[in-house]
């Protein structure tokens, strides 16, 4: 397994341009999440997913989309960069606990470091 | 080992001797709650994880208590060593199949 996989590691962009940033995982893991994390700060959840075709967002949600038509993809679309959006990424992924009895790891991808200029 | 809350970014313990990291959380419909280990440069890791119907749960050399009374978590690390020194973020969630929210996390620094 490859685990959590995140494209690209390093990125930059100048304001209003838009990107995707590419996270996969081959886990077969029902649950993904997006989040971001600024210097010396905790992480704050962007978008989450429980499932092919399910999305809800998070805590600061403006100015992403995301979308889940796979089971394996999710990717998180920046409309038009702003320099507020400078930040690293983390996509992370975990089994939901249906039936309980399953541990709650959710596994992290290494990070995509965005720099909006 | 100190015990500190989240207010204080930095705990500083002696190698060998125990961490006490301490989380207080707001939201009394909290179900889960999951600790995780981020060291520099790299992804947050899983450490352990505990429901609200239980008050302790013991891993490899790491303990977690809940209170649920004051809201309070906090992660035991038995025999603090130098591979111990990162971040540690504790996470809530309302359910199992709902988001997690991370807290702003408390770095460990192992002094040799």
């Known amino acids: 397994n490859a685990g959590v996989t995140q494209t690209p590691k390093f990125q930059v962009l100048k304001t209003g341009q838009s990107m995707t940033l590419q996270c996969a995982q081959d886990m077969n893991h029902e649950y993904m999440s997006w989040y971001r994390q600024d210097p010396g700060m905790g992480l704050r959840l962007i978008h989450y997913s429980v499932g092919a075709g399910i999305t809800d967002q998070g805590e600061v949600p403006n100015g992403y989309n995301v979308s889940r038509s796979t089971t394996e993809d999710f990717p998180l679309r920046l409309l038009s960069a702003a320099p507020s959006q400078t930040s690293v990424y983390f996509c992370?992924?975990?089994?939901?606990?249906?039936?309980?009895?399953?541990?709650?790891?959710?596994?992290f991808g290494p990070g995509t470091r965005l720099t909006v200029t | 080992g100190e015990s500190v809350g989240l207010h204080l970014p930095t705990l500083s313990v002696q190698e060998g001797d125990n961490s006490i990291i301490n989380c207080a959380y707001s939201?009394?419909?909290?179900?889960?709650f999951i600790w995780y280990k981020q060291e520099s440069g790299k992804g947050p890791q899983f450490i352990i994880d505990i429901r609200s119907n239980m008050d302790k749960r013991q891993g490899q050399r790491v303990t977690v208590l809940l209170n649920k009374t004051v809201k309070h978590l906090s992660l035991q690390i038995a025999a603090t060593q130098p591979g111990d020194s990162a971040v540690y973020f504790c996470?809530?969630?309302?359910?199992?199949?709902?988001?997690?929210?991370f807290g702003k996390g408390t770095r460990l620094h192992i002094l040799p």
């Open positions: 992370a992924s975990s089994l939901l606990g249906k039936g309980g009895g399953k541990s709650y790891e959710q596994y």
């Open positions: 939201n009394s419909a909290s179900d889960y």
């Open positions: 996470a809530e969630s309302r359910s199992r199949d709902d988001k997690i929210i």
